[in-house]
């Protein structure tokens, strides 16, 4: 079973950056696609970015293009979620996960192992 810490997050202003970090307990983290996604109170768990499995695709939400970038390290068990230029409506908890559906799927049914978050909060 794999298990996932995520870390990174805080309070920054509007227009700061921040790097999330998870951390994976598996040595075969990399033989696993992994999503970063984001929930708000109130609002249902959305996937901003995800990442195959060699790091060779990725891909991202549209209210995150050009601004969130994802990476991996197999070597250190390790992706990484870099958000820049954050906005306000960035706010909320993020959480790693792995993708149990293959890499189509969006939704976080398809999705497991997650870490228990953390909070990234983006003041005006």
């Known amino acids: 079973q794999v298990r996932l810490v995520e870390s990174g997050g805080g309070l920054v202003q509007a227009g700061g950056s921040l790097r999330l970090s998870c951390a994976a307990s598996?040595?075969?983290?990399?033989?696993?696609?992994v999503g970063w996604f984001r929930q708000a109170p109130g609002k249902e768990r959305e996937l901003v970015a995800a990442i195959r499995s060699s790091g060779s695709i990725t891909t991202y939400a549209d209210s995150v293009k050009g601004r969130f970038s994802v990476s991996r390290d197999n070597a250190k068990n390790t992706v990484y979620l870099q958000m820049n230029t954050l906005k306000p409506e960035d706010t909320a908890t993020y959480y790693c996960a792995v993708a149990l559906q293959g890499w189509a799927t969006t939704s976080p049914a398809g999705y497991g192992y997650w870490g228990q978050g953390t909070q990234v909060t983006v003041s005006s």
């Open positions: 598996e040595h075969k983290f990399n033989t696993y696609h």
